[in-house]
């Protein structure tokens, strides 16, 4: 197969999309070509048989430039691909879809979040195929959705002995973003600071745009006024490679997101062997038997505090049993070799 890919940024130092990377890589380690298109080219080290054209935004080019270069890559490239994965992005799909169609090309569009726009809507209309991570990530009723899990590097998120297993190592990760729920986190963290000894909350992630910007100062007020200063610490974003030496590290990683689609922290996290709570709907399809025990209901501070209490109090032996049973999870249903061989034989 000779694949056209269609993403936002090709850069392994990327806190948020870093991870494509590998997602190319592999797609790479099975087909013939790999031509990659994306917004923004950073950092990148791939095989021979991928070729990447960006749009420009990392030299600062206008709207009008992308949308040019865009089509000018999709006519010049066309004999270079047969078929075309859309990540994320449906507006790629509105602004190709006649001409790939008039080309003979195969179109798929990746999405996994719960929101709906009107432009999904049109562009599930021009898709052959909608490919998800779970039932809750793509909302729209449609004979096109096919659910094939995440893709986890399962080798490279992977557990590790902590050197240092003093204290209660609470991890998240994600973007700063009032979707995100922080609040029910601090406010959780401030009522198990004198119950759990060494208790430390660690929040990985950027606020990239001004109200997450305004939404970060208010969680740090909210911090100092619970004085949780030596509890809470942010630590910024950090280029996905550099994620999982945080994971490995952790006693436990907590999701209290709204997004109501698979986070791949969350499975980054149970493959690394670490046990999650999350109040994210998405989890259901994920967790199974463990989703009584791992699941909390949205803003349920009492709830969240519970659940802590009972993962720190089982031990570190009885977490350890739990997380490599999380991994096992991740390893069958959302590793990206799995994930990539899936996809390609549904183009």
Request: aromatic share 8%; hydrophobic share 45%.
């Amino acid at each position: 197969m000779k694949l056209l890919i269609i993403t936002q940024k090709v850069d392994n130092q990327d806190d948020v999309l870093g991870f494509m990377h590998r997602w190319i890589e592999q797609f790479a380690a099975q087909c013939e070509q790999v031509t990659v298109i994306c917004l923004f080219e950073g950092r990148h080290a791939l095989p021979a048989n991928v070729r990447v054209f960006s749009l420009g935004k990392e030299k600062g080019v206008s709207r009008l430039e992308y949308l040019v270069r865009f089509f000018r890559i999709i006519w010049r490239e066309r004999a270079a691909y047969d078929s075309v994965f859309v990540h994320m992005n449906q507006i790629y799909v509105l602004l190709g879809g006649l001409l790939w169609r008039a080309l003979g090309k195969r179109v798929a569009l990746w999405y996994a979040h719960g929101a709906v726009p009107s432009s999904l809507r049109v562009a599930e209309k021009m898709v052959n195929t909608v490919f998800t991570s779970t039932k809750s990530g793509f909302r729209l009723p449609s004979k096109k959705i096919r659910v094939v899990g995440q893709g986890i590097d399962t080798d490279f998120f992977c557990p590790k002995a902590r050197e240092d297993a003093q204290g209660f190592r609470i991890v998240v990760v994600g973007r700063i973003s009032p979707i995100k729920d922080y609040e029910t986190l601090i406010l959780a963290a401030e009522k198990l600071q004198s119950k759990i000894e060494g208790l430390s909350v660690e929040i990985v992630g950027g606020a990239g745009l001004p109200e997450q910007e305004k939404y970060l100062d208010q969680l740090k007020k909210l911090v100092t006024e619970k004085k949780l200063e030596g509890v809470v610490r942010f630590a910024g974003p950090l280029a996905n490679n550099d994620i999982v030496s945080r994971l490995q590290r952790a006693d436990l990683f907590v999701n209290t997101s709204f997004t109501g689609s698979l986070d791949k922290a969350i499975l980054e996290a149970m493959s690394c062997g670490v046990p999650v709570l999350t109040c994210n709907e998405a989890l259901q399809e994920v967790l199974g038997s463990y989703t009584n025990q791992l699941m909390f209901e949205k803003k349920d501070v009492d709830g969240l505090e519970e659940k802590i209490k009972f993962l720190e109090a089982i031990g570190e032996t009885e977490r350890k049993k739990l997380g490599q049973n999380l991994r096992e999870i991740v390893v069958r249903g959302h590793g990206l070799e799995g994930f990539v061989a899936r996809i390609i034989s549904l183009l």
